[in-house]
């Protein structure tokens, strides 16, 4: 399950509960006495059928809910408007057990050499530069 979905299950069971809750106080309430001239008629549909209507619509609210989350970046806890400082632009495999990584960091750019052995820096520049 990936994190999107853990962080929406909640939410999602919360309004399943209150929909299955809403529907069980309806039916527990005693009636009030039919008005003796009115034909007592089935204007509402069944229990079940207004039971899936409200489901469908706390479903359909709690994936708004999740899908503009995700849009808009309203993570809880997350500060609106962070910059990312570092960068990973290109890497590259040179054998089993050695990667070279650019990364742009600070205004430089970086060539970083990934192996067995730990992390070096190979070279840097200033971003945008260009060497022949």
Do not use: W
Not at 72 to 77: D, Y
Not at 89 to 113: C, I, K, M, N, P
Request: hydrophobic share 50%.
């Amino acid at each position: 399950m990936n994190k999107f979905v853990r962080r929406c299950l909640p939410g999602l069971s919360l309004a399943v509960l209150l929909a299955l809750n809403a529907g069980a106080a309806h039916s527990i309430v005693p009636a009030k006495p039919a008005i003796p001239f009115k034909q007592d008629g089935d204007s509402g549909g069944s229990l079940a059928a207004r039971a899936a209507g409200v489901l469908a619509l706390a479903a359909l609210a709690a994936f708004g809910a999740a899908v503009a989350i995700k849009r808009f970046g309203l993570v809880p806890g997350a500060r609106p408007g962070k910059v990312r400082q570092v960068r990973l632009t290109e890497s590259v495999r040179l054998s089993r057990r050695s990667v070279l990584h650019v990364v742009d960091y600070g205004g430089e750019q970086l060539l970083l050499a990934e192996s067995e052995h730990g992390i070096s820096l190979v070279s840097s520049r200033p971003q945008g530069g260009v060497d022949a």
